[in-house]
């Protein structure tokens, strides 16, 4: 953002971590040293950075109508949305990231990965309830006054779940000084838990996780409890080789974050054995090290690796099996990752990344059967065309027609061929898809007539209480769970949920459906 200096009202003195103005006995202002563009000690004139209004306006991007995810112009002057927009960017409870948020009723809720942080706690404490969990309290990380965080706390508290808040510390985590001190972990809230045994969980990375934990290490040392700290770290497998397909398929999953995979250099010191770890967590353990022994005056801990609790490498009773499926999952990320570059949600670096990965587990996209299949079948009929491979190794293959799109006739084509019904039989007759494509053009106003996955399984329901192939056909579905599937398409919202309820792997080539 264009920025210039101006001078902040008042006279301010120099404290840890920013610039304090006494207004009155009760009253302080605070401005932190990240937003202080220069300071005169002598005078105690302070200097912040503030927009520059006339060159925002210059390069002020054309409004846009915000109908998906991704990035647009945000109002900096008023900080609220400005008359006839449908989406404001709201800063997030946890005080890092925006979503947007509709303004009126009937609009979608526009995010990155599906549902935001504020819901997704929600649902992660119903879940561990479900299964028997206690759940205590909410911590609300990097926290700074944001009035978003105090609309969460406030609705946590109505249905009953107490909050917390941990404060943004300067300089962390390498400031260790002041982050081992009152001023850094010590005016943190300090967490009341009822059980011995306290599991730190999040909706996602970079959510502070480790950082709630230390914090709470410091505040249970100053109160005379020695707590101990682990953490449950799945991927990567410390135990298995750095090459192993499982490991290179937790990098392509983390490609996003650029996690890197590596050997442990502190593990292998401390104790001569090879562990695998990752460069997130190798370079932060230094200063993990000193916060040890700034709290309990030595580290418990010789590597990162020795703070995870991992078994999962001494669990697998068949390792090829283990490595097919990385394989796999090694070329869905990369599809994957291809998609969202195709829909302007990540760049190239990705992509690139995976396709690296792809070469160190020594396979091309060919490993994967239904993708020549899908491709073979669309380059024959020049339509959007299908494949799946089943549990068999048997590949079935489908193209997009005027009636059925390229999913829905697949799926057709599958359970048809494990009902062990000819695949000359129409299952769903014409006269029945054409007033359902009637109804969702002329009364529904979508502009794809094709059935989709959804609508052709619930056809075939209504069919199957006076149709025996129908009946057959559907009691066929559980088997497609753990095969495979690809699509010369990029496939709708729909299609994907459908194959991710039936549990059927899904990719689809870059391309949008015309």
């Not at 298995?240 to 990098?251: G, M």
């Not at 190239?348 to 079948?377: F, G, H, M, T, W």
Request: proline residues 6%; negative net charge.
């Amino acid at each position: 953002m264009a920025a210039v200096e101006r001078i902040v009202p008042g006279t301010f003195s120099k404290v840890p971590g920013g610039y304090e103005q006494k207004v009155d006995e009760r009253t302080k202002i605070f401005v932190p040293d990240m937003c202080a563009a220069s300071f005169i000690p002598e005078t105690g004139e302070l200097h912040g950075h503030a927009p520059d209004y006339d060159a925002l306006e210059a390069a002020k991007a054309p409004a846009v109508q915000a109908d998906k995810p991704g990035e647009y112009a945000y109002y900096y002057e008023t900080q609220h949305a400005p008359t006839g927009c449908d989406f404001s960017a709201d800063l997030a409870y946890y005080g890092k990231h925006y979503f947007l948020r509709p303004l009126r009723d009937g609009l979608p809720r526009l995010h990155g990965r599906g549902i935001t942080y504020d819901e997704d706690v929600i649902r992660l404490r119903k879940e561990f309830q479900s299964r028997g969990f206690m759940v205590g309290s909410v911590v609300v990380t990097h926290y700074n006054g944001q009035s978003s965080a105090d609309a969460f706390r406030q609705k946590l508290a109505r249905i009953g779940i107490t909050t917390y808040v941990h404060y943004i510390i300067d300089g962390y985590p390498t400031n260790v000084d002041l982050i081992d001190s009152d001023e850094g972990f010590g005016k943190n809230d300090y967490v009341v838990t009822s059980r011995p045994l306290v599991i730190v969980t999040a909706p996602g990375p970079g959510s502070g996780k480790m950082a709630v934990c230390l914090s709470q290490l410091y505040n249970e040392h100053k109160r005379g409890i020695e707590a101990g700290y682990a953490k449950f770290e799945t991927f990567p497998v410390w135990s298995l080789p750095l090459k192993h397909p499982v490991n290179i398929a937790y990098e392509a999953a983390t490609a996003d974050l650029n996690d890197v995979n590596m050997i442990d250099p502190f593990h292998l010191e401390a104790y001569g054995k090879t562990a695998i770890n990752y460069n997130r967590d190798i370079e932060i353990f230094p200063v993990l090290n000193a916060l040890f022994e700034g709290i309990y005056g030595e580290s418990p801990y010789k590597s990162p690796t020795d703070m995870g609790v991992n078994m999962v490498g001494f669990c697998i009773s068949d390792d090829e099996a283990c490595c097919e499926a990385s394989r796999d999952e090694i070329i869905r990320r990369y599809f994957y990752a291809l998609n969202r570059m195709a829909c302007g949600d990540c760049n190239d670096n990705e992509v690139n990344k995976i396709a690296l990965l792809l070469k160190q587990a020594k396979i091309d996209l060919s490993y994967r059967r239904p993708v020549k299949a899908a491709r073979d079948r669309a380059e024959r009929s020049g339509v959007p065309c299908s494949a799946i491979e089943l549990a068999d190794g048997t590949i079935i293959t489908a193209e997009s027609s005027t009636l059925l799109g390229p999913s829905a006739a697949l799926i057709l084509n599958a359970i048809k061929h494990l009902a062990g019904i000819d695949h000359s039989v129409k299952l769903i007759p014409q006269e029945m898809i054409e007033p359902i494509q009637h109804t969702k053009i002329c009364h529904l106003r979508s502009i794809n007539p094709r059935l989709h996955t959804d609508e052709v399984l619930v056809a075939l329901s209504v069919l199957s209480t006076t149709n025996d192939d129908c009946l057959h056909a559907l009691e066929c579905l559980p088997q497609l769970y753990g095969c495979q599937v690809h699509s010369t398409v990029m496939l709708g919202e729909v299609d994907h949920k459908i194959f991710k309820k039936l549990g059927v792997g899904l990719t689809c080539d870059p391309v949008r459906k015309v």
